[in-house]
Structures are given as structure tokens and as C-alpha cells.
């Protein structure tokens, strides 16, 4: 019996270092990515902003000019990246600008920064605590975001997705925008419960989509969205309003349980 119980604390002492929760400076994760690195973290905390629009090989791809357009800057991971139960203390960034009030009134010239991933990426079982910001990415192997907590805004407005994405079981505590995003392949929100604003508007899904069991707590906008044929609303529920007002499914016009 005394060597099982030694046997047992020697295990437990073994494994404690793998179920610790680490601290990892965002600033590091960015020096992987620029060395082209594979990108892997779990139980991990990441402190500070992991800016992923000021990579190395950053580029200007359009220029403003007199009559008040945008600067575009598009920084490119290159390397697959994983994360796992981890926690985001600051804002995860693939997508800012300098814009403020003040710009926004004179309509000065603004500055765009954006990041695409060319490689697989994973979010799984993740809390970010601050801000995700997506806009515009470029998705070009399969996303996997399953089981995230996002307490902030989560904004994948205008996001191409070219490879399956699932978000399946995650929450959004704030404003989830996928105004405008685009899936070309398959892509599953299966038991997400969106607490705040979910705004589907004009979103485009080439591929069935899965809302089964999804919870729409607020508002829940889908209006133009274009569903195809397969995609499934089976038990979710909508406890807020919801506008489905030229929303087609297989190019008909659809609205869940009658809407």
C-alpha cells in the first residue's frame, strides 16, 4: 500500500507542471510567429496585446490619397497556430485602426491594419478577456474556435473563411459581429449562445451551416443572409427579437419556426 501511494504522488508531482497554468508574454508569440514558427500553447495565460498586425513581413497593400482613403497595411501568419484553455488578458488583434472621433468627422485619411492566416488555426476552450478583432482576415485552412468564452466584442466582420470553421460551444458575452463574412465551405455554431447583439447581416455561407441548439439571448439579426440548402436551426431559441427580413435558404425565403 506504501509504494502505491508513492507511486501515486510521484505521478501527481509528474504531472503537475503539464496542468499548471503558465504565463507567456504576448510579445514572444510574436517573435515565433516572425521566425516562422509553429505556434502552441495550453493552459496558458497571454498577457498583454497579441498584436498580429505589426508582423514583420507587414505590407502596404493601398495607399490613401487626397480624396480621403484608407491606408491598408496586411501582415501574414504563416504558421500554424493552436491554443488551448488558454487565457487572453489583453485584446487579440488581427484587425485595428487609427480612426478616432475627431478623423471620423473631418473625414481625414485613416489607416488600416489587418492580418490573414495561411495556415490552420485554433482556439479551443479559450477566454478572451478583452477585445478579438478579425475584421477582414483571411481564413485559408480550417478555423476551429470550439468552446471559446468571448467576453468582449468578437468582430469577424468581412472575414473570409475558405475552409471549414467551427465555433461550436462558444459564448459570446459580447458583441458578436459577423456582418458581411463569408464561408465557403461548411461552418457549425452548434450550442453557441450569443448573449448580446448576434448580427449575421448579409453574411454569405456557400456551405450548410449548423445552429442546432444555438441560444439567441438578444437580438438576432440574419437579415439578406443567404443560407443554403442542409443548414439546421433545429432547437436553437430566440429569447430576443429577430429579423430575418430577406433571408433566403436554398434561394427561398426562410425564417426558423415561422418568424
Not at 506504501?2 to 517573435?31: E, W, Y
Not at 495556415?119 to 476551429?144: G, L, M, P, W
Not at 466582420?157 to 459580447?174: L, Q, R
Request: glycine content about 4%; overall charge neutral.
Amino acid at each position: 500500500m506504501k509504494t502505491f501511494v508513492t507511486s501515486l504522488l510521484l505521478t501527481v508531482v509528474a504531472l503537475a507542471p503539464s496542468l499548471a497554468q503558465t504565463t507567456v508574454d504576448a510579445k514572444d508569440i510574436i517573435a515565433k510567429i516572425n521566425r516562422k514558427e509553429t505556434v502552441s500553447y495550453q493552459n496558458a495565460t497571454i498577457t498583454g496585446d497579441l498584436d498580429l498586425t505589426n508582423l514583420a513581413n507587414r505590407k502596404e497593400v493601398r495607399e490613401g490619397s487626397w480624396k480621403g482613403d484608407s491606408r491598408e497595411f496586411l501582415s501574414t501568419v504563416e504558421s500554424p497556430i493552436s491554443f488551448k484553455n488558454c487565457t487572453f488578458k489583453g485584446k487579440f488583434l488581427a484587425y485595428h485602426t487609427d480612426e478616432t472621433e475627431e478623423r471620423r468627422l473631418i473625414n481625414r485619411n485613416n489607416t488600416v491594419y489587418n492580418a490573414d492566416f495561411n495556415e490552420a488555426v485554433t482556439f479551443e476552450n479559450c477566454t478572451f478577456n478583452d477585445d478579438a478583432t478579425f475584421k477582414y482576415s483571411h481564413f485559408q485552412q480550417r478555423a476551429i474556435f470550439t468552446g471559446n468564452t468571448f467576453r468582449e466584442i468578437a468582430l469577424f466582420k468581412y472575414a473570409k473563411f475558405n475552409n471549414a470553421a467551427d465555433f461550436s460551444g462558444s459564448t459570446f458575452s459580447g458583441y458578436a459581429d459577423f456582418k458581411y463574412t463569408k464561408f465557403d465551405e461548411s461552418s457549425a455554431f452548434q450550442k453557441v449562445v450569443f448573449e448580446r447583439n448576434a448580427d449575421f447581416k448579409y453574411t454569405k455561407f456557400d456551405e450548410s451551416v449548423d445552429f442546432r441548439q444555438a441560444r439567441f439571448t438578444s437580438s438576432a439579426d440574419f437579415k439578406y443572409t443567404h443560407l443554403p440548402r442542409g443548414t439546421n436551426f433545429d432547437d436553437a431559441r430566440f429569447e430576443g427579437s429577430t429579423d430575418f427580413k430577406y433571408t433566403t435558404l436554398d434561394g427561398r425565403k426562410f425564417s426558423p419556426n415561422g418568424r
